[in-house]
């Protein structure tokens, strides 16, 4: 038997899917990347500069230069799209992991072993950090390739940063999702709680911007300190992860504690 045997089986349950997801978010970048030579000579930044500034605050698009080829893949990738990417994957997971064993009667039968609860959790928490991890090494894999190819001149060192964020942002949602789903036995409930959190620190973190009664909610908001200050063009401020790593540990141990005391559903 594995010494990780939750963990090892999750890597097999999630491989294929974690392949695709892969795939397609490198086709993706590929697409988004192949459209940057025929703008390179265009004044986006004009452009955005007839745009309403609280419409730029509200869709996370005041960071980014247009003008060059790191702002535009900012724009187009980091502001939005890929977040939502990993939060999807992440949080299904997460959701999946304990709730969604529960629900199913798996997780009575992987607690017939010899395996306490909390390794359950916790080599579940690790089976979602590898799963961002890895999405995100295909992330600065497919942007090393792509960006000489389409003379983006986005910078390796800046392309590790903007995705440690987006990585770390993951791995916190995710590990919110398997926390929920610990704490209640229900995968629909990590699902939608999680997503809903997502929805609205995302929303928050806009809004500070906008509403003079908000503006302490960058703080509170997980997207600020993953994404904030355009860090492919200008690099990440890595002290940023820290509150993120701090806020996933305090929601698994939340988790752990719920988990190790309550009655499971039978």
Do not use: C
């Amino acid at each position: 038997m594995s010494r990780f045997p939750v963990f090892a089986q999750g890597v097999r349950d999630r491989r294929r899917s974690l392949t695709w997801w892969s795939l397609g978010v490198a086709v993706y970048i590929a697409i988004i990347a192949s459209v940057w030579p025929s703008m390179a000579g265009t004044d986006m930044s004009g452009l955005l500069d007839q745009l309403p500034q609280a419409f730029l605050d509200l869709m996370g698009a005041s960071d980014y230069s247009m003008s060059t080829g790191a702002g535009y893949v900012s724009g187009e990738l980091f502001g939005f799209m890929i977040p939502i990417f990993v939060l999807v994957l992440t949080i299904g997971t997460g959701g999946a992991a304990i709730g969604g064993a529960e629900g199913s009667g798996i997780l009575d039968l992987v607690l017939s072993h010899p395996i306490t609860r909390r390794r359950v959790l916790v080599q579940s928490a690790a089976l979602v950090a590898a799963e961002s991890i890895v999405f995100g090494a295909v992330i600065v894999a497919a942007l090393s390739i792509a960006s000489p190819l389409a003379d983006l001149q986005v910078s390796f060192v800046h392309s590790v940063g903007a995705v440690t964020g987006i990585v770390l942002l993951g791995i916190v949602f995710g590990w919110t999702a398997l926390a929920i789903g610990a704490m209640s036995g229900s995968r629909g409930l990590a699902l939608g709680l999680s997503g809903a959190v997502a929805a609205s620190t995302y929303l928050l973190g806009n809004l500070s911007g906008l509403v003079d009664f908000l503006r302490w909610g960058k703080w509170a908001s997980p997207f600020w300190y993953a994404t904030n200050g355009s860090p492919l063009e200008h690099g990440y401020v890595w002290w940023h992860a820290l509150p993120l790593l701090a806020v996933g540990v305090v929601v698994l141990f939340v988790g752990a504690s719920v988990f190790d005391r309550r009655n499971l559903a039978t």
